[in-house]
């Protein structure tokens, strides 16, 4: 049995074992997913037409849309943009901005209903998140609305909400219990989870970090050894930056995941586990260093495959 050094020389392989496959597979699903823009557009086009877009970017109250269309335009621009390959599609996406800078669905209705040139707006290579919910959102309107993917977006944050609530009331002990309640019913509660589930880039990355924490209430175990904990919140970290568009899932999902391994570990100590502390403090830092060897990882992909990347990223420094 390894002890010491030994020992955590393995948890170390192993959590970067689980950081580059997780990355391997989000370019592999990246490219997979793409899909013809023509498609994407002419669902872009009906959702004009029946009102499920707008020209406005925010949109205060709407259930029906969701609040932050500046990134659902954002999103749907990409995917109607063409490129002149499909890897340079998933990493680096082109997106044209018009005379009113971050007028994302006014850009968006004029380039694809309006059918203004490109050419007389400013272009750029949009490479600095992983664009998860691209792929998401590529895939399921190969066959749904706009309408019905915003609809499935929401029942599955409430999905979600629901099975952690199951996990946290039925697969665990009382510390998880708590701590697993008090985030569902915060998420039900003041997570304004009507404005912003049906969101394109905050549907997907939710509903994601309540599983993942509903992962924790069912096997609280994985946090008796350092091993599983650090491979999980690796996996955990890496996942929650593929659908991550700075919307504020990576400081939630870090706060929820302490907070549930610390209830988990208290609960495992009885039977010989690790310490509390020591297994939060684990997961933490496999969660961080997870999290930003994935947005590295991707960098330096967009970089190779084109060029334009590295202009674009400093005129956004720049700006």
């Known amino acids: ?10 948890t170390l392989a192993l959590g970067l074992g689980t950081v580059l496959v997780a990355n391997l597979l989000f370019l592999a699903l990246m490219v997979a997913a793409q899909t013809d823009p023509r498609v994407i557009a002419e669902r872009v086009r009906a959702a004009f037409e029946a009102g499920e877009l707008g020209t406005s970017d925010y949109r205060r109250f709407d259930t029906r849309r969701g609040y932050f269309q500046h990134n659902d335009c954002l999103i749907l621009q990409m995917l109607t943009n063409e490129d002149s390959s499909r890897l340079e599609r998933a990493l680096a996406p082109n997106v044209y901005a018009n005379a009113r800078r971050n007028k994302w669905c006014a850009g968006l209705r004029a380039l694809v209903v309006e059918g203004v040139d490109r050419n007389t707006l400013e272009k750029m290579r949009y490479a600095r998140y992983w664009h998860g919910y691209n792929a998401l959102a590529a895939m399921a309107l190969r066959r749904l609305e706009l309408r019905e993917f915003r609809r499935l977006l929401s029942a599955a944050v409430w999905g979600a909400i629901g099975a952690l609530t199951l996990a946290a009331a039925y697969r665990s002990g009382r510390h998880v219990r708590r701590t697993g309640l008090a985030i569902a019913f915060a998420a039900a509660t003041v997570w304004a989870v009507p404005y912003f589930a049906r969101g394109l880039s905050q549907g997907p990355g939710d509903a994601l970090l309540l599983l993942g924490l509903a992962a924790v ?3 609280p175990r994985l946090t008796a050894r350092l091993d599983t904990v650090v491979t999980f919140a690796a996996c955990f970290g890496a996942a929650v930056v593929f659908l991550e ?9 870090l706060a929820w995941l302490a907070a549930m391994v610390l209830a988990a570990s208290r609960n495992e100590k009885r039977e010989g586990g690790l310490a509390a502390h020591t297994a939060t403090l684990a997961a933490v830092t496999a969660f961080v260093l997870a999290a930003a060897a994935t947005v590295a990882l991707k960098q330096v992909m967009a970089l190779l495959a084109t060029s334009e990347t590295t202009e674009a990223f400093r005129g956004h420094l720049h700006r």
């Open 245 to 253: 568009m700075f919307t504020g899932q990576l400081p939630t999902a």
């Open 1 to 10: 049995m390894l002890t010491g050094r030994p020992r955590l020389f393995v």
């Open 217 to 219: 209430a069912i096997w």
